[in-house]
Each structure stands twice: as structure tokens, then as C-alpha cells.
């Protein structure tokens, strides 16, 4: 099993979706995916999204077109960026289901128009052939949303800090570039040793950084 961390928001987490059951399959793995709400995340660390910050926004949409390409995958921007994913995470949640996963990532990052609104969610899953209708209604539920909450927890406490975020026995590999790593470790071939993590661990600032 790979646990795959993923909030609709984020573009790597689309293009690391595209790939992952692929990789997956190599191993003769499948692939939970767990909605995950990105910007909790951030509030849990303090830290601001990319897209948040003027230089690596600019930065942010050349990248995933490039890796987009790359992967030969289609992309397109949603309608805004940022924009509120609750909705589509607690469909998400409460189906899951990884054609309602692959239905949204698609609206949010391949042209189908975003996923912000109600009407938006709708239009992608009946697009895919499923029906809209008892998923929105369970969204809209006070279980859906505790749901995410409780998800979202359960990633903070197994030390998942961004997205795409994907645990394969115990270990965690952060965004797309941590494909090839991820896969290496499945093929037994990890460079990290017990003695690794012990010596980093060890290691002690000389310098601090005011904030």
C-alpha cells in the first residue's frame, strides 16, 4: 500500500497523481489516496504555500507546465489559484474513490473548469460518469467535515507538512521530485541507512535565523 497525501489545490499533487499508480502497479502496490487540506498543513508549521509568495508563484506555473510535458499529461490552470478546496476534498473523503480523485484533479488542473464551486464539483462528476447528486449531499454533512478534519490530523501526526506527500512503509516522500527516491526505496535500493538518520538527527544549529 502507498498512502498518497493530496489537496486539489496544489498542481503537483495532480501531476503527481498521474504517476503514481503507474510506479505503484511496478511494485505490485496499490494506492490509498487520503484528501488532505493543504493549508492546515501550512497553519501546523507556519509556513506559507508557494503560491503565496510572488517569486515562487511565478516560478510555480512554469514548473508544472514544464513537468506536465514531461509527464505528457494534460494541464491547464483552474479559474483562480489559490482557491478554497473544501468541497471537492469532502466529496473526495466521502467517496473514496479514486475515479471521483481522478474526476477532480482533472476539473481543478486539465481544463475542466475548477472545483471551487458546487456547480463545478457537480458538472466534473457527472463528466466522469458518476453521480453528483448523494456525494454533494454527504459533503454537505457534519461527518464529511469532521472526516477531513480527522484526515488531515492523522497526516499532521504521521509527518506529512505538504502535498503530494506519499508513505510507503513508514517512509515518507515528499512531491513529485521524490518519485525516482519513493521508487528506489520500493526496489530495495535506498541510500538512507538507520546510521543516516541517527547522524542528522545528531546534528545541532550554530546559527539561527530571526523570524
Same mark, same amino acid.
Given at each position: 500500500?502507498?498512502?498518497? /497525501? ?5 498542481p /503537483?499533487? /495532480? ?6 499508480h503507474?510506479?505503484a502497479?511496478?511494485? #505490485?502496490r ?18 506559507? #504555500? ?5 517569486a515562487?508563484?511565478? /516560478? ?16 491547464a490552470?483552474?479559474?483562480?489559484h489559490p482557491?478554497?478546496p473544501?468541497?471537492?476534498?469532502r ?53 464529511a ?5 480527522d ?6 501526526? +504521521? ?8 508513505? +510507503?512503509? #513508514?517512509?515518507l516522500?515528499?512531491?513529485c521530485?521524490s518519485?525516482?527516491?519513493?521508487e ?20 545541532v544549529?550554530?546559527?539561527?535565523r530571526r523570524?
Amino acid at each position: 500500500m502507498i498512502d498518497f /497525501y493530496c489537496d486539489f489545490i496544489s498542481p /503537483y499533487a /495532480y501531476l503527481g497523481w498521474t504517476q503514481i499508480h503507474a510506479l505503484a502497479a511496478r511494485h #505490485g502496490r496499490s494506492v490509498r489516496p487520503i484528501p488532505t487540506l493543504f493549508a492546515a498543513l501550512l497553519n501546523h508549521s507556519s509556513t506559507r #504555500g508557494p503560491a503565496e509568495i510572488p517569486a515562487k508563484r511565478a /516560478y510555480l506555473f512554469k514548473d508544472t507546465k514544464r513537468l506536465a510535458a514531461t509527464f505528457g499529461v494534460p494541464f491547464a490552470p483552474p479559474p483562480t489559484h489559490p482557491f478554497n478546496p473544501l468541497l471537492a476534498l469532502r466529496v473526495a473523503g466521502v467517496a473514496g474513490d479514486a475515479r471521483v480523485i481522478d474526476a477532480l484533479f482533472r476539473a481543478a488542473w486539465a481544463g475542466g473548469g475548477g472545483v471551487e464551486t458546487a456547480d463545478a464539483v457537480e458538472r466534473a462528476l457527472a463528466n466522469a460518469g458518476l453521480d453528483p447528486a448523494p456525494l454533494l449531499a454527504e459533503a454537505a454533512s457534519a461527518a464529511a467535515k469532521q472526516r477531513l478534519r480527522d484526515a488531515t490530523d492523522a497526516a499532521i501526526a +504521521a509527518g506529512v507538512f505538504g502535498v503530494p506527500s506519499m508513505i +510507503a512503509d #513508514g517512509e515518507l516522500f515528499w512531491g513529485c521530485d521524490s518519485l525516482p527516491h519513493l521508487e528506489r526505496f520500493l526496489d530495495g535500493g535506498d541510500p538512507i541507512t538507520p546510521a543516516d538518520v541517527a547522524s542528522f538527527a545528531a546534528l545541532v544549529p550554530s546559527a539561527t535565523r530571526r523570524v
